[in-house]
C-alpha cells in the first residue's frame, strides 16, 4: 500500500494528472452552463440537459477513482471489485435466466468474482489469467446440469459465462496491470491504469464530441445509431493523439504510446458495438440506471471491458522482461 | 434500538441485492392511508416494497403476514413484531382467533398503511392468480382508503422458492394509480377492477 507515496516522482505526476483532469471538467462544466443559459436554465433542453447530468456524473467518477487511489493498489483492486459485481448484476438481471441457473449464478456472483480478485491481489498470473476461462468454463458448465433440465442447455450455460467473461475476466484486467513487474517503472503501475482508463474514456466522450458536431454518416445503424463515421475517426484520432501526449506517466515513448492509444481506442469502439448488439437483442437502450445521464454501469464501461485484456498482454509482451 | 438497527441492515441488504428501484408510476409517496396490494413470489416480497418506500411512509407502512409462518420461532417473531411491526393474520381459521379483516381494519383506523398481497399464496408460475375476497370485504369496512397497486418485477428469480441465498438481480417496485371501491360495486367487479390494474401495470413495465 501506498507505493505511489514511496516515490516522490509517482506522487507528483499522479497530482499532476488529476489536476489536469480537474481542469478539463472544468471547462466542460463550464461549456455545459453556458450552453443551458442560452436555452434557458428552466427550459427543459434533452441533449444538454443529459450532457450536464454526464459531466455531473464525470466529476462523481473521478473523486470516486481518485479516492481508491489514495488507499493505493488496494483501493484500487477493491474498487475494480465492486465494479465488477455492479455489472454482473446488471448483465443478468437482463438475461433471461432460469430457476435451474440458480447454482451456476450462485457460484459466479459469490465464488467466482472474489477469487478472481483475490488472485490479481495476489499477483498470481499464472491462475488470474486462466481461472474464469478454464475452471470457470468446465464448472460452470457442470453446475448448469444441477437442475436437470436439458433445454436450451447451451444458451443458458453460455449468458453465465459471457457474464463472467466481460463483466469479472476481461474489468479485472484493468487492476490486473498493477502486477506487471515493468523495469524502471516500479511503484507507478497506479499511473498505467490512469493510461487506460483516461484514453477509452477520452476517447468515448471525443467520439461523442465530434459526433455530436461533424456526424452526418452512420457507422453501425443498427448496432448503435448514434455512432457516426465522423465521430468514429475525429474520436479515435483524438483520443490517440491524447494518449501520446501522456507518454510521461508511462513506460512507453511517444510515438509507442500512441500505438497503444490507438489500439485502445479500437478495441473500446469494437466493444462498444459487441455490448450495444447484446443490448439491442434484449430490446433495451441501456444496461441500467445506476450513472445519471449514462445509463448503467456497463454502458460506461463497456469500452474498458474489451481494451483492458488487450493493453494487458500488449504491455506485457513487450515491456516484461 | 436494537430493532431499527436490524431494520437498516435488511433495507441495506435488500438495496445492495436487488438495488430496490421504486417507480411512482401512478401516485406520488405521500403520507396518506393506503392499502399496498402486490403480486406475491417469496417470502422477501414485502421487505422489497417496505424498502422502497421513504423512511417517512416505511414507519407508517404495516405487512399483513400469516401467524401461521412468523409465529413459529422467536426470530421470525422478533422480526415481523419488532423490526415491520406486521399485522399477523390467522389464515388456517382457528374458532377461537379473530377474523383476519377486523385484525387489519383495526390496524388501519390506528393510522397504518397495509401491505397485502391479495392471492393469498406464494405464486411460482409467471402471471398471476385469482385474487381472494378479503380485498374487497377491507374496502367494504373502510371505503374511502386508497388501494396501490404494486407489481414486483423479477424478485422471484432473487429468490427461487426454496433457495435461502438470495442471487444479486436487479429489481423494480412499480406503484400503480390509486383504486377506490366504488358505490354498489360487486365483489366479482371489484376483485377484478383490482386485479386487471396490476396486470395492467406489469404490461407497462415490460412495455
Not at chain 1, 450462485?106 to 488470474?128: E, N, R
Not at chain 1, 492509444?261 to 443490448?279: Q, R
Not at chain 2, 377474523?99 to 383495526?106: K, R, W
Request: glycine share 8%; charged share 15%; proline share 5%.
Amino acid at each position: 500500500m501506498m507505493d505511489a507515496m514511496l516515490f516522490p516522482a509517482a506522487r507528483d505526476q499522479t497530482l499532476a494528472l488529476f489536476g489536469g483532469i480537474g481542469g478539463a471538467l472544468l471547462v466542460a462544466s463550464l461549456i455545459g452552463f453556458v450552453l443551458k443559459l442560452k436555452v434557458g436554465l428552466a427550459t427543459p433542453h434533452p441533449v444538454i440537459d443529459n450532457l450536464n447530468a454526464r459531466i455531473k456524473a464525470w466529476w462523481l467518477m473521478v473523486a470516486v477513482i481518485g479516492l481508491s487511489f489514495v488507499f493505493g493498489p488496494r483501493g484500487v483492486i477493491v474498487l475494480f471489485f465492486l465494479i465488477s459485481f455492479f455489472a454482473l448484476r446488471e448483465f443478468i438481471t437482463l438475461m433471461p435466466t432460469r430457476a435451474s441457473d440458480y447454482h451456476a449464478l450462485a457460484a459466479s456472483f459469490y465464488l467466482v468474482l472474489p477469487a478472481q480478485y483475490v488472485l490479481i491481489d495476489m499477483a498470481w498470473y499464472g491462475l488470474y489469467s486462466i481461472f474464469i476461462p478454464v475452471y470457470g468454463f468446465l464448472v460452470l458448465a457442470i453446475l448448469a446440469t444441477a437442475g436437470g433440465e436439458t433445454a436450451n442447455f447451451l444458451e443458458r450455460a453460455s449468458k453465465v459465462q459471457w457474464g463472467l467473461m466481460i463483466c469479472v475476466y476481461c474489468i479485472s484486467h484493468v487492476p490486473a496491470l498493477l502486477t506487471l513487474p515493468i523495469a524502471g517503472f516500479e511503484g507507478r503501475n497506479l499511473l498505467l491504469i490512469a493510461f487506460l482508463v483516461i484514453v477509452v474514456q477520452s476517447s468515448d466522450v471525443l467520439q461523442y464530441v465530434w459526433g455530436k458536431l461533424f456526424g452526418r454518416h452512420k457507422i453501425a445503424p443498427q448496432l448503435s445509431p448514434s455512432k457516426t463515421v465522423e465521430g468514429f475517426v475525429g474520436g479515435v484520432a483524438s483520443a490517440t493523439a491524447l494518449g501520446a501526449a501522456l507518454w510521461w506517466i508511462t513506460p512507453f515513448a511517444p510515438w509507442q504510446a500512441a500505438l497503444m492509444a490507438l489500439a485502445i481506442n479500437l478495441m473500446g469502439f469494437l466493444g462498444g458495438l459487441v455490448m450495444s448488439a447484446i443490448k439491442r437483442d434484449r430490446g433495451v437502450k441501456d444496461w441500467g440506471h445506476m450513472i445519471e445521464g449514462h445509463g448503467g454501469m456497463l454502458d460506461r464501461l463497456d469500452s474498458v471491458c474489451f481494451a483492458a485484456p488487450v493493453f494487458f498482454h500488449l504491455t506485457r509482451y513487450w515491456w516484461v522482461a | 434500538m436494537v430493532a431499527s438497527l436490524f431494520a437498516f441492515v435488511i433495507t441495506g441488504l435488500a438495496r445492495a441485492i436487488t438495488g430496490a428501484r421504486a417507480l411512482w408510476r401512478g401516485c406520488a409517496p405521500e403520507r396518506v392511508r393506503r392499502v399496498y396490494f402486490a403480486n406475491h413470489g417469496s417470502h422477501i416480497d414485502f421487505v422489497l416494497i417496505w424498502s422502497s418506500l421513504p423512511p417517512a411512509l416505511r414507519r407508517m407502512t404495516r405487512p399483513v403476514a400469516g401467524s401461521d409462518y412468523w409465529d413459529r420461532s422467536g426470530v421470525r417473531r422478533f422480526i415481523i413484531h419488532q423490526v415491520f411491526r406486521g399485522v399477523l393474520v390467522d389464515r388456517e381459521h382457528k374458532p377461537d382467533s379473530p377474523d383476519p379483516i377486523d385484525v387489519m381494519v383495526d390496524a388501519i383506523d390506528a393510522g397504518a398503511s397495509l401491505i397485502i398481497f391479495p392471492e393469498g399464496t406464494r405464486n411460482v408460475e409467471e402471471g398471476l392468480l385469482p385474487f381472494k375476497s378479503g380485498i374487497h370485504r377491507i374496502a367494504q369496512a373502510r371505503p374511502d382508503i386508497e388501494f396501490v397497486p404494486v407489481w414486483l418485477d423479477n424478485l422471484k428469480r432473487v429468490m427461487p422458492k426454496g433457495k435461502l441465498l438470495p442471487l444479486p438481480i436487479l429489481c423494480t417496485v412499480s406503484f400503480g394509480a390509486p383504486i377506490r371501491l366504488h358505490e354498489g360495486e360487486s365483489r366479482e367487479d371489484f376483485l377484478s377492477r383490482t386485479r386487471a390494474a396490476l396486470v395492467a401495470l406489469a404490461e407497462e413495465h415490460a412495455a
